[in-house]
């Protein structure tokens, strides 16, 4: 299992942790090879650069590892910028079937997120080379970092990395693997299976008496938006924001001495599920085409409906009315409703036990071991075969 941690903590790093921690708890032998972005500051721009394209000495470790571990199924989770998609071959060429995790957009997009500016953006959907991506300077507001992001990209389609160098894609959502066959990656490769929670928190099926939004404060998540109709709306409860972001300090300023919401900033994740698990509802008010949505999914394994947009693999996790409520994203006025549903809706009962059930058909550790299972053995059956 190959990951490269994020310089803050997201979903994707805890989907690593428990894919990983499944795996051996079943008897599997996982060996982890890691690398974390904090190693970006300590390096040259030009050296960044070109290790993003191409890193020869992660994709050298990657080969002596995975022949010293005499790894079946090399599962790659974060690839980037560190580990460059040179690994894939490099573990291949040791006999091991490759595997690549879909949860983000960066085969075409070069901020990975299909969001520019505050609305979806799919210009560099279908291109050879993301040229608008450098010219809106989508990663992190550099012409330099977009184009060498653009160049790994197109160099690798060029070089047919990502049609024979991986052998099955992991998509965490039908939403996902449609997109990437929109890519122009075979509908053959790819598989469905989505994140989960484990271990199991268990559920907390009395109702609470505050909403919680659990994420990463910048624009693409919504949490503008959300603050912006608290305020305006007055539920009479509490909205309580775990995480943080390059909008935290603008957002605090605005709401000031509001005593409806309250920032936490980032809490470790037992603190975490411990807001979830008491909350009325968990808010998930993303505004681009969220892959997933892992914060959905600890909600329903706590037992806590969720209000979400109804937009990416969100659509996919809460059903209406049922173990939540969904809403048009970006729309104010019907995220006020939704909000204002559940807030209605907060004491009954039958939302907590019918979330709860939803996380158990569909996110436990049971549900989803077989399915990994399944697409470890389809990528073994692939590399066979060539």
């Known amino acids: 299992m190959a990951h490269t941690f994020y310089k803050q903590k997201g979903g994707e790093d805890e989907s690593y942790r428990a894919e990983s921690q499944l795996l051996q708890d079943h008897g599997h032998d996982v060996a982890r090879y890691e690398r974390h972005n904090r190693e970006l500051d300590g390096q040259s721009v030009s050296q960044t650069a070109l290790n993003t394209v191409w890193n020869s000495r992660c994709a050298r470790e990657i080969a002596a590892f995975t022949a010293h571990s005499q790894a079946d199924v090399v599962h790659?989770?974060?690839?980037?910028?560190?580990?460059?998609?040179?690994?894939?071959?490099?573990?291949?060429?040791?006999?091991?079937?490759?595997?690549?995790?879909?949860?983000?957009?960066?085969?075409?997009?070069?901020?990975?997120l299909l969001f520019r500016d505050g609305q979806i953006c799919e210009a560099c959907t279908g291109r050879s080379f993301a040229l608008p991506g450098i010219q809106h300077r989508c990663y992190r507001h550099s012409a330099v970092g977009s184009a060498v992001v653009a160049t790994m990209?197109?160099?690798h389609k060029l070089m047919h990395t990502y049609?024979?160098?991986?052998?099955?894609?992991?998509?965490?959502?039908?939403?996902?693997r449609e997109k990437y066959i929109q890519f122009g990656?075979?509908?053959?490769?790819?598989?469905?299976?989505?994140?989960?929670?484990?271990?199991?928190?268990?559920?907390?099926?009395?109702?609470?008496?505050?909403?919680?939004?659990?994420?990463?404060?910048?624009?693409?998540?919504?949490?503008r938006r959300l603050v912006e109709t608290?305020?305006?709306?007055?539920?009479?409860?509490?909205?309580?924001?775990?995480?943080?972001?390059?909008?935290?300090?603008?957002?605090?300023?605005?709401?000031?001495?509001?005593?409806?919401?309250?920032?936490?900033?980032?809490?470790?994740?037992?603190?975490?599920y411990a807001q979830i698990a008491g909350a009325a509802f968990v808010v998930v008010p993303s505004e681009w085409y969220e892959p997933f949505g892992r914060t959905a999914v600890e909600g329903l394994a706590h037992g806590t409906p969720v209000v979400c947009a109804d937009i990416g693999g969100l659509s996919e996790i809460v059903d209406?009315?049922?173990?939540?409520?969904k809403f048009t994203a970006g729309d104010t006025d019907a995220l006020a409703s939704a909000l204002r549903r559940a807030v209605d809706r907060h004491t009954d009962p039958t939302l907590r036990v019918q979330a709860r059930a939803a996380y158990e058909q569909r996110y436990s550790a049971e549900a989803n071991y077989d399915a990994l299972m399944a697409a470890y053995a389809r990528a073994a059956h692939h590399r066979a075969a060539r």
Not at 163 to 176: G, L, M, P
Not at 237 to 259: C, F, H, K, T, Y
């Open 76 to 112: 790659f989770q974060n690839t980037f910028p560190l580990m460059s998609p040179a690994v894939y071959g490099a573990a291949r060429r040791q006999g091991a079937a490759v595997v690549q995790a879909l949860r983000n957009y960066r085969y075409s997009c070069v901020n990975g």
């Open 153 to 155: 990209q197109s160099a």
């Open 163 to 176: 049609d024979r160098q991986v052998d099955v894609y992991i998509a965490v959502s039908a939403f996902v």
């Open 185 to 223: 990656i075979s509908p053959e490769r790819i598989v469905v299976k989505p994140n989960f929670v484990y271990p199991d928190p268990g559920a907390q099926l009395t109702p609470g008496d505050y909403a919680v939004f659990v994420g990463r404060l910048s624009p693409e998540k919504g949490v």
């Open 230 to 272: 608290w305020q305006r709306e007055q539920f009479g409860m509490e909205l309580r924001i775990v995480g943080d972001g390059p909008e935290r300090e603008r957002l605090e300023a605005q709401v000031g001495r509001d005593s409806g919401i309250r920032f936490l900033g980032g809490l470790p994740l037992a603190q975490t």
């Open 320 to 325: 209406e009315g049922v173990t939540g409520f």
